[in-house]
């Protein structure tokens, strides 16, 4: 689902049996530096961003489902970015398991390899009472010769290119007052 009002478009999402869908239509990302900074008021092509997402409940809790992103993301509206996700959610009274996984596929001019991105996050609590102990796992590999420091729009105007790799553990408690 879009993160921002700036992501403007129309979505269609219900439920029927055990699946829950969402399909959408709207401006998508713009082409910038790295994934994050793609944030756009308009459009900046002619072209539409097209994406869903469909999970199926299996039972009392538990989640697995998928979701797809495509649309053209520089000004020309001639080289697409596609993601892609999958995601298993377990949650019950007592505790939550959470599994992530996501990938970008990003279109370069020529001369220039396509782009692309793997993440992944597993995260993991119990409930004790008023204590919430939570830990997580995440992980990055990002790859892409064309964007990076530097970029910009401008035909021929390649950035510094983007090679990050990197994971980290983290480790929390909530605590709810009664």
Known sequence: YPESWRDLGALVEGKTGLFQYAVYLGNGLSEAEDLAAG???????????????????????????????????????????????????????????????GRAGIENPAGFDDGQARGQLVLGSLNLGGFLPVVSYQKLDYDDLYHGAGFSSRPGAAGAGIAAAGSRWTAGLVITPI
């Not at 008021?41 to 797809?68: I, M």
């Not at 509206?77 to 009274?93: C, N």
Request: hydrophobic share 35%; aromatic share 16%; no cysteine.
């Open 39 to 101: 944030q756009q008021f308009r459009d900046n092509n002619r072209s539409k961003a097209v994406g869903g997402r469909l999970s199926l409940n299996l039972s009392r809790g538990f989640e697995a489902g998928g979701s797809y992103h495509r649309s053209r993301f520089d000004e020309a509206g001639e080289r697409a970015l596609t993601l892609w996700g999958a995601h298993v959610a377990w949650v019950t009274e007592g505790f939550r398991f959470l599994y992530e996984y």
